[in-house]
């Protein structure tokens, strides 16, 4: 299953070019279970991809592991989530040297979240590559509460912070690196329109 | 002459009030019969004695109150201003636009003294005497940005210019028609304008960047934005979405004369000297369809331009539920006479 396509959208809706060699540089790659398959594609097309790239498997099983491993990288890590994750990705960001690429591939709320660390850490956002695969659930930020739900898969949803409805938008934040939830019944308290599957 | 301040509230109770004078020199955004988009930039200041645009920074009858309103939504939620770290010399940039604007224009009200980077200000309307060391954020209670937005009408966005483009790095925002700054701080033009439908398949927002990079020191503009609003509030936030929203659903027809308010924004653009960041001041005017209408070139223009909208513009602007009634009210006041061109009403 190649990189997603997404309906085009609004300008600040973020889009994914797919993970692109750049031969030679020292990498950190962090990837879901479903993201694994783009960073296993990318070393078929660069041999010179792994041998400088420390790998951050999140919450992906033993044989997705094993075959990374297989290709040879610096290091290869499997943690159970993306809150264990961070602090390894933060301290892999301030040692990096001068060119290191950061590869993100999988879902949405990973990509969001990891490269706003990276964007927060001084990193140059092109030196961020990203490729969607797997699962279009997303990380939204609730505007009224400002608490982050991850995993929306439905619009609208209900904030897991302050129990609103909130209807799903496409504007998005890469500081927060998440979408937008808005109160969907704010004028017409209670009167909340029919939940959908969120569309790529 | 000594400028009297109103004592009222942008909330709860909604005592808000413009004076016939306030009316009259009301920056009304429409100089013909209809509206679309249009980058509409102009020279700031630089208008008719006594308008908004006289000087740099107009400070009317509503200042004292808007700056207790500020108070409040920051209490509520300090997130409503920020500053990302680079932008602090921006906003001692601000600062300095600010009191040196003021202190000229308004002496009754503002002082400034300056011996090197000891200065000393004096705003009277709100009571503040202040000796502070410039470009030194340890001899101010707040950051510079905030000290002086926390004394300034209006919304700010500090815009950092890099890679072609315009970067809201920081911002005090608590007046706004309905966008967030913490989610859009950090945002590029593009990014924090995306919601806007039409503008940018119409060319709008490339025109008005490429317009703002140009933007040289001392050089000054502004524009006229407008929305329509329920109640004199100024806090509609996506962040009180919930709070406010409901208040949209009480127009009637025989409230909708003093409920329903015209929101016109008076933007400006200023390049600051030092950070060569790009101020962005967003001045909020609120005037009700009542006030309005005593100005019959108004009431008929009006009318025309709400009756004849893209429906689109109207759902964006937040007022497609409310526009039968507010158009039906309006016809009242439209005999179908011309109107003069130019936005002024006419003596």
């Given amino acids: 299953m190649p990189n997603t396509v997404f309906s085009p959208s609004i300008e600040s809706r973020p889009t994914y070019a797919g993970l692109a060699p750049r031969p030679g540089a020292p990498a950190i790659m962090v990837a879901d279970e479903a993201g694994a398959a783009a960073v296993t594609h990318l070393a078929t097309v660069d041999a010179t991809a792994m041998a400088k790239a420390h790998v951050v498997l999140v919450g992906a099983p033993a044989e997705t592991s094993d075959a990374l491993a297989a290709l040879s990288p610096a290091a290869v890590q499997t943690v159970p989530d993306l809150d264990t994750a961070t602090p390894i990705v933060e301290q892999l960001l301030s040692q990096a040297r001068m060119g290191t690429q950061l590869f993100l591939a999988g879902s949405e709320g990973l990509m969001g979240h990891i490269s706003a660390i990276a964007l927060a850490s001084g990193m140059a956002l092109e030196d961020i590559q990203m490729e969607h695969r797997g699962s279009i659930a997303r990380r939204m930020q609730c505007v009224h509460c400002k608490g982050i739900t991850d995993g929306v898969t439905t619009d609208p949803f209900t904030c897991s912070h302050c129990g609103l409805t909130l209807f799903v938008r496409d504007h998005f934040s890469r500081r927060l690196g998440a979408f937008q939830g808005v109160c969907v019944d704010a004028e017409t308290p209670g009167d909340i329109p029919a939940t959908e599957e969120i569309r790529p | ?347």
Avoid at chain 2, 99 to 125: I, Q
Wanted: proline content about 7%; hydrophobic content about 35%; some cysteine.
């Fill in chain 2, 1 to 347: 002459m000594t400028m009297q301040f109103n004592d009222e509230t942008f909330r709860g109770d909604y005592t808000y009030r413009n004076s016939p004078e306030a009316i009259r020199r009301f920056p009304f955004p429409f100089d013909q019969d209809s509206y679309m988009y249009s980058v509409n930039i102009e020279q700031h200041p630089g208008g008719p004695q006594g308008s908004p645009f006289e000087h740099m920074f107009d400070v009317d009858e509503h200042y004292v109150a808007e700056m207790r309103d500020r108070e409040i939504t920051l209490a509520e939620d300090p997130l409503r201003c920020q500053s990302l770290p680079h932008m602090e010399l921006a906003g001692w940039d601000l600062l300095e636009l600010i009191m040196v604007s003021k202190a000229r224009d308004y002496p009754d009200l503002f002082s400034l003294t300056r011996d090197g980077n000891d200065w000393h200000w004096v705003n009277k309307p709100m009571g503040i005497d202040k000796r502070f060391t410039f470009l030194d954020a340890a001899t101010l209670p707040y950051g510079p940005m905030e000290y002086i937005t926390r004394q300034t009408q209006g919304d700010f966005a500090l815009l950092h210019e890099r890679d072609g483009n315009l970067w809201m790095d920081a911002g005090m925002v608590t007046s706004q028609a309905d966008w967030s700054l913490d989610f859009d701080v950090g945002m590029n033009f593009f990014e924090w304008h995306a919601p806007v439908p039409k503008a940018r398949q119409m060319g709008v927002f490339d025109k008005a960047l490429k317009f703002l990079l140009a933007v040289g020191q001392g050089q000054h503009y502004r524009r006229l934005n407008w929305t329509m609003t329920v109640n004199p509030r100024l806090d509609t936030s996506p962040e009180n979405y919930h709070k406010w929203g409901p208040e949209k659903r009480t127009i009637t027809p025989e409230n909708v004369g003093h409920k329903q308010f015209l929101r016109v924004e008076l933007q400006t653009f200023f390049r600051l000297p030092r950070s060569n960041a790009l101020a962005f001041p967003i001045r909020c005017y609120l005037a009700s369809l009542d006030d309005l209408v005593t100005q019959p070139k108004w009431g008929r223009r009006l009318h025309r331009v709400l009756r004849d909208i893209d429906p689109d513009l109207a759902d964006y602007k937040g007022f497609a539920v409310n526009r039968e009634v507010i158009v039906n009210y309006l016809s009242q006041y439209d005999d179908g006479e011309p109107t003069s061109p130019g936005i002024f009403p006419e003596d």
